[in-house]
């Protein structure tokens, strides 16, 4: 018989109970699951710090940065989002070809630095604050949160969004955790120290992280994935599904930046609003994990766009047409229970559709488009306001958000 005969012939039924054998032992297990806490851990940690940048936001408009506009500080917080997305192709092909540790490593000690220098700026110092948060720390938190979501689809596939629904209540958690330990400590401790015990509890974070988690080796025939890899957009779901997501995440963060000064605006006086981003992320803990297991097994797409359209509809009939403080709580907890499945849900979707070798290439490339929206999206939104000390100041902000859910 022939080489090429023998190569391509077709494989005997042995030979596909191996593979299918090979594929099973990556289908959940100890390591697996010991890696979705290792990735839950460092998305608890960087998503805390970047979802934690309403209590910045407020802090830097009121006492920090008080000759700074709204929209020009809220510029820092969504270029965090920006860097972290655009770098995601590069960074996720580089935990398909080298894996977690040294991604983990850099992006750790690069999050504490940067919040250790973020300690040392003084009132009044923007441009300071908008290289060192907005840019050094979203630069460095890019190479932690991808890798953590690629080298869980390593391991998974039939429960792929349940574990990365898992993985999603770290940053819920972190939404929690990190404000309210700014908004405790900072007033006795003073900013400076604040940030320097947020970066420590990071560091922790990220060395419990690299304890835990375990990359999969690479594909049996042992070739490389590219570093960047955009052929993806080749294929018709993918590009559909992007340009989806894209607009999606235009208006998705709109709420989490701006409700809780539109509370304050409307309802003064009011006690529950500084807690709006601990109700919008404890929902989400709910979202993430129940989206992801129902998901599995529905249908990935088939989940994701009824929660698009919820987010929208709760835009409309609870935010804008709200009256009462009550409505606004109910719209916080409803909202941050579908905004984390709009989240979350695409990087399932898209390893779905992908070869296993390219799963963190293809996912990279695809937020690296989303970055754009990321980036924009949120200051349009603030633009969009034509008097932020009225009600009706913000209507058009709300209908933008309404309509790209």
């Not at 289908?27 to 697996?32: I, K, L, P, S």
């Not at 608890?44 to 710090?49: D, E, H, L, R, T």
């Not at 779901?237 to 989806?244: E, H, W």
Request: charged share 10%; with cysteine.
């Amino acid at each position: 018989m022939s080489e090429k005969s023998i190569t391509e012939r077709r494989p005997s039924d042995s030979e596909t109970d191996t593979e299918s054998c090979q594929l099973k032992q990556y289908e959940g297990g100890r390591e697996a699951w010991l890696t979705v806490a290792g990735s839950a851990l460092v998305y608890y940690a960087s998503f805390g710090i970047m979802n934690s940048f309403g209590f910045f936001q407020n802090y830097y408009t009121v006492v920090f940065l008080k000759d700074t506009p709204a929209t020009t500080i809220a510029f820092c917080g969504t270029l965090q989002m920006f860097l972290m997305n655009s770098l995601a192709a590069v960074s996720g092909a580089l935990c398909d070809r080298y894996g977690v540790k040294w991604l983990y490593l850099g992006s750790g000690f690069g999050t504490i630095f940067a919040l250790m220098l973020l300690s040392f700026v003084q009132a009044g110092q923007f441009w300071s604050i908008f290289l060192i948060q907005g840019m050094l720390l979203g630069f460095t938190i890019a190479f932690g949160i991808q890798p953590a979501i690629t080298v869980v689809g390593q391991h998974f596939n039939a429960r792929r969004s349940l574990a990365m629904g898992v993985v999603s209540t770290g940053a819920a958690l972190g939404g929690i955790g990190f404000p309210l330990m700014l908004e405790k400590l900072v007033p006795t401790v003073g900013f400076a120290n604040a940030v320097r015990l947020a970066a420590l509890k990071i560091g922790i974070c990220y060395s419990l992280a690299l304890c835990m988690s375990k990359s999969k080796p690479q594909g049996q025939d042992g070739r490389r994935a590219a570093l960047i890899d955009f052929r993806g957009f080749l294929d018709i779901r993918y590009t559909i599904l992007c340009a989806g997501t894209f607009f999606a995440i235009l208006g998705l963060w709109i709420p989490s930046y701006y409700i809780k000064t539109y509370a304050n605006v409307v309802f003064p006086g009011n006690s529950i609003s500084e807690y709006f981003l601990c109700i919008m992320n404890a929902c989400s803990i709910v979202g993430g994990s129940l989206g992801g297991f129902l998901a599995d097994r529905v249908g990935r797409l088939n989940f994701l766009w009824p929660m698009g359209l919820l987010g929208g509809f709760l835009c409309l009939f609870l935010w804008l047409l709200g009256d009462t403080i009550g409505i606004l709580v109910g719209f916080v907890g409803l909202y941050g229970f579908a905004a984390s499945n709009i989240n979350a849900l695409p990087a399932s979707a898209v390893g779905q559709i992908t070869p296993d070798g390219s799963l963190g290439a293809r996912i990279g490339a695809f937020y690296s488009v989303i970055a754009v929206a990321s980036l924009v999206g949120t200051p349009i939104g603030g633009a969009l306001i034509t008097d932020k000390d009225t009600k009706d100041g913000y209507r058009w902000l709300i209908v933008f958000s309404e309509y790209l859910n």
